[in-house]
């Protein structure tokens, strides 16, 4: 089998919708969660969960993908563990990728606030309401974020850190605008 | 007083006729007042956990049925501790100087199919409207069970006023549920 040797487009673009999502909904679920109550408050908070579900979706659709469109294997020359390093850093991310939206939405169901994606397509309840439930997502839901953010940063800077002082490829390979060098 | 007259009344109605099936006393630990308004398009239930209804009706006489059911508003429970501290403030019921929530029947008909509407006034925060609320009722042993709705537009009364008035986050729509067991005493 031939192994794949660049990301194709789809795997490129989904990256990076789930890149913006995050990018929104993580600050303003810290952000949101302190605010007294207002319909402002009501309006972020159905954002949030809006841009949650539109996640998950994604990163479903991401790993469908994936197993037909196999990701090109990490770059020639890095050390054991700095592969290691990036196949559980990206294992991890998909699989926080996936238990964030699901807490939340079970937190939503237990809380009794259920989900209605962008206020047309009520969600199901995953479970019946129950604030103790509902509270003790709510720890879950937040541990795993701040989980999350820790990866996304190692992700990154890793990712700059091959950029610039690797001179390698591998950030190029997810932006391909930054590719340099002469064209084919 | 409505209660001591009704107590005068039903005798005098019942007497002479055996088949007379009127109800006339609700249990109320086997009763529920609660609300569903919309929030962001979801549907977010509530409920009032102290009300008092009295209540008399015959299923088969229905235009001589009566009722008035009065809600303590402090005892909402709108959901979460946020909410309910919210919902007892100026803006939403503003129980320091409206603590309760009345509505009394005007008339009551038949619409088949053990279905009935009673028409009457709502209370809410001074503001009188009137309403038509569509309920069943159905038997079961001695008692009789009622449930319907008051569907309510919420601004009309002023609930949720100022930043709360926009009804794209909040609807206007607000759907007030009943549902009381009735049992006969005589």
Request: proline residues 6%; charged residues 20%; aromatic residues 8%.
């Amino acid at each position: 089998m031939n192994l794949p040797t660049a990301y194709t487009r789809i795997a490129i673009i989904l990256h990076w919708l789930v890149a913006l999502a995050v990018f929104c909904a993580l600050p303003l679920g810290m952000y949101m969660h302190e605010l007294p109550l207002s319909p402002t408050k009501l309006q972020l908070y159905s954002y949030h969960k809006w841009l949650g579900i539109s996640v998950l979706l994604l990163v479903a659709v991401r790993l469908a993908w994936r197993i037909g469109h196999r990701p090109p294997p990490l770059l020639p020359g890095m050390p054991r563990w700095q592969e290691i390093a990036a196949h559980a850093t990206h294992h991890s991310l998909y699989l926080l990728l996936l238990a964030i939206p699901l807490s939340g939405w079970l937190m939503s169901s237990a809380l009794g606030f259920s989900v209605v994606w962008f206020g047309v397509i009520p969600l199901p309840d995953l479970v019946d309401k129950d604030e103790q439930l509902g509270e003790l997502l709510k720890n879950v839901h937040a541990t795993l974020n701040f989980t999350m953010l820790a990866l996304i940063l190692v992700h990154a800077a890793a990712a700059i850190k091959h950029h610039l002082f690797d001179h390698d490829g591998t950030l190029a390979r997810m932006l391909p605008f930054l590719k340099t060098g002469p064209r084919a | 007083m409505r209660r001591l007259l009704l107590a005068l009344l039903i005798p005098a109605l019942g007497a002479g006729t055996a088949l007379a099936a009127e109800f006339n006393t609700v249990q109320l630990d086997k009763s529920s007042v609660s609300f569903v308004s919309k929030q962001m398009g979801v549907p977010v239930e509530g409920r009032f956990k102290t009300f008092a209804a009295q209540v008399s009706f015959d299923p088969n006489k229905p235009e001589t049925a009566k009722t008035q059911i009065d809600i303590e508003l402090a005892s909402i429970d709108a959901g979460s501790s946020d909410a309910n501290a919210e919902a007892k403030g100026k803006a939403w019921f503003n129980i320091r100087e409206f603590p309760g929530a009345r509505f009394v029947s005007s008339g009551i008909r038949s619409i088949g199919n053990g279905r009935y509407e009673a028409a009457g006034k709502m209370t809410i925060k001074g503001r009188t409207r009137d309403v038509v609320a569509p309920f069943s009722a159905k038997a079961d042993g001695g008692q009789l069970l009622i449930e319907g709705a008051i569907p309510i537009l919420r601004l009309q009364y002023g609930i949720g006023d100022g930043t709360w008035s926009d009804t794209g986050v909040v609807a206007d729509e607000v759907q007030v549920r009943f549902r009381f067991t009735l049992v006969t005493k005589k």
